[in-house]
């Protein structure tokens, strides 16, 4: 098994799987290492994880995550979800106060579902095993809480795809480390820095996607020029499209009882 330095160095997101199934065990293992080693807010546990093996319920996910084909590929697809509901149903079962079914209680659950999703990460990675995240749970935090039967204040957070490594990208860039670390309070950037710190990755993640026929393509035809101007394009993160993704966010956590103004009159069990 490899150290945490060494599969921190290996790490590539894995889009490509062998059909290989990864064995209960193994997923046992890993598991439980993860919700054993990850530090917990009150020691709360705000989490479930969601295992879909089933080729049928992994088509639907498919579906539901944008079509992204490593999803039907690989064996393994992990659902990872802010979960306050077993807690306070919990609470209730001893005569405790209801609490956490406000945006207060999201935060902290969902800080906790990326942190176990990054310990089964590593887990798997470790034995050699590949994987990628998915954004777009995010996307259609709804359509999946309902698919996957999520009860009140309980939401997908984020997902992986797991299997064994079909391919063998190249390491991603990243910037420079002096971009991301200040020292003592927050240093602002100037231009001239800012060119700098992006000038590698500008380069490099063009290249990238010119290298890429349909991506080329597509650039040519939007008159996209720049590196920049392809993250906030249609064919990425366009910025309406965010906001109206960002709204159904919202609307999920009220209709998961994590806002106000969501739950049917005699659903709220305070
Ligand atoms: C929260 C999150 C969501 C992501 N969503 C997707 C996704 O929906 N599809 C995808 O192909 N990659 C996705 N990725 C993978 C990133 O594209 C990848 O981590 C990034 O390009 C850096 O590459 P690396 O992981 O190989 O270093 C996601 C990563 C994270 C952390």
New binding site residues.
Partial sequence: MKTVAETLTA???I?QFKPDEIPQNVIDEVLQEAIMGTSSSGNLNSFSVILTRDPVRKRRLYEL??E?DFVLQAPLVITFCADWHRTRQWLKLRGARDNFNNFLGYQVAANEAMLISQSVTLGFEARGYGL?????TLQAMQEIADYLNLPETCLPI?TIAVGVPDEQ?E??ERLPMRAYIHDETYQEASTSKLEELYQAREISGWQRYMSMPHLKAMCEEGSITSLAQMYTSPYKYDPDAYAATSLRVLEALRGRGFLPGGLEVGQDEQ
């Fill in positions: 790490h590539r997101s889009r995550h944008s992204q990628c995240y998915m954004g777009t984020t990208p390491r991603r």
